[in-house]
């Protein structure tokens, strides 16, 4: 089974960013699979140098991911959760606290992009409930959205409050750049959970079908095309 190449870049707690540039750091790393199989487990050194992250890279098969982050000796932790596409590699920001890490784990959209189509720049934004299809949008909400964009591929976890008490409150939307620079929204259709120890996945791959139909409608309203998905309720 072909691997797929994962740089994780690891934004540092403050304790150890308080460390001089010269401090060696021991960080364990564990990546591990549902049924807690570990697809990566290894102390890693590193000099605290200058930067704000150190990098952790690995190699994994295609999945879904828990990584826990542990600095012992200055009480450094972190949890998160990562989607592997296959025949993609990636990378990932992710980051230790001080103290214990907050284990809730996100929503999860994710899908590939074809390198030529990279302009699109995929990003998933929030909605009101009462936003029907073909209405016009107002104003996104991003908070608690964090999306990250490869050239051939995007990911998203989100962890927005709203959409941790009630899934069904809000819109999900990914939204796309045309040419000219202007904003198409298409509705993510399926149903996610939150809140639990799993990430819920949602999968939406941009390819040459879906920007062709997509650069024919109107801009900025809520697209709503019929499509098969893929998506895991926990």
Same mark, same amino acid.
């Given at each position: 089974?072909?691997?797929?190449?994962?740089?994780?870049?690891?934004? @540092?707690?403050?304790?150890?960013?308080?460390?001089?540039?010269?401090?060696?750091?021991?960080?364990?790393?564990?990546? $591990?699979?549902?049924?807690?199989?570990?697809?990566?487990? !290894?102390?890693? !050194?590193? *000099?605290?140098?200058?930067?704000?992250?150190?990098?952790?890279?690995?190699?994994?098969?295609?999945?879904?991911?828990? =990584?826990?982050?542990?600095?012992?000796?200055?009480?450094?932790?972190?949890?998160?959760?990562?989607?592997?596409? $296959?025949?993609?590699? *990636?990378?990932?920001?992710?980051?230790?606290?001080?103290?214990?890490?907050?284990?809730?784990? &996100?929503?999860?959209?994710?899908?590939?992009?074809? !390198?030529?189509?990279?302009?699109?720049? &995929? $990003?998933?934004?929030?909605?009101?409930?009462?936003?029907?299809?073909?209405?016009?949008?107002? +104003?996104?909400?991003? +908070?608690?959205?964090?999306?990250? @964009?490869?050239?051939?591929?995007?990911?998203?976890? =989100?962890?927005?409050?709203?959409?941790?008490?009630?899934?069904?409150?809000?819109?999900?939307?990914?939204? @796309?750049?045309?040419? $000219?620079?202007?904003?198409?929204? =298409?509705?993510?259709?399926?149903?996610?959970?939150?809140?639990?120890?799993?990430?819920?996945?949602?999968?939406?791959?941009?390819?040459?079908?879906?920007?062709?139909?997509?650069?024919?409608?109107?801009?900025?309203?809520? @697209?709503?095309?019929?499509?098969?998905?893929?998506?895991?309720?926990?």
């Amino acid at each position: 089974m072909a691997l797929e190449h994962i740089i994780l870049n690891v934004g @540092l707690c403050k304790a150890v960013a308080r460390l001089s540039p010269q401090a060696n750091v021991s960080m364990r790393v564990v990546v $591990s699979d549902r049924v807690k199989r570990a697809e990566f487990d !290894q102390t890693v !050194q590193f *000099r605290r140098g200058t930067g704000n992250s150190t990098p952790v890279e690995f190699d994994s098969s295609w999945g879904t991911y828990r =990584i826990t982050m542990n600095i012992p000796k200055y009480n450094c932790n972190g949890i998160d959760f990562m989607e592997v596409l $296959s025949d993609h590699n *990636r990378s990932m920001n992710t980051m230790v606290v001080d103290g214990p890490a907050n284990p809730a784990a &996100p929503v999860i959209i994710f899908g590939a992009l074809p !390198q030529s189509f990279s302009y699109t720049q &995929p $990003s998933v934004v929030i909605f009101p409930s009462t936003l029907r299809c073909n209405g016009l949008v107002g +104003d996104p909400q991003t +908070d608690g959205v964090d999306n990250e @964009l490869e050239q051939d591929a995007y990911y998203v976890a =989100i962890r927005a409050p709203a959409f941790y008490r009630e899934p069904i409150g809000v819109t999900l939307a990914v939204r @796309l750049q045309d040419s $000219s620079g202007g904003s198409h929204y =298409i509705r993510m259709p399926w149903k996610f959970a939150s809140g639990y120890t799993w990430p819920s996945i949602g999968k939406l791959d941009i390819d040459d079908a879906l920007l062709g139909w997509v650069a024919e409608q109107t801009e900025d309203i809520l @697209l709503c095309p019929k499509f098969y998905g893929t998506s895991v309720d926990n």
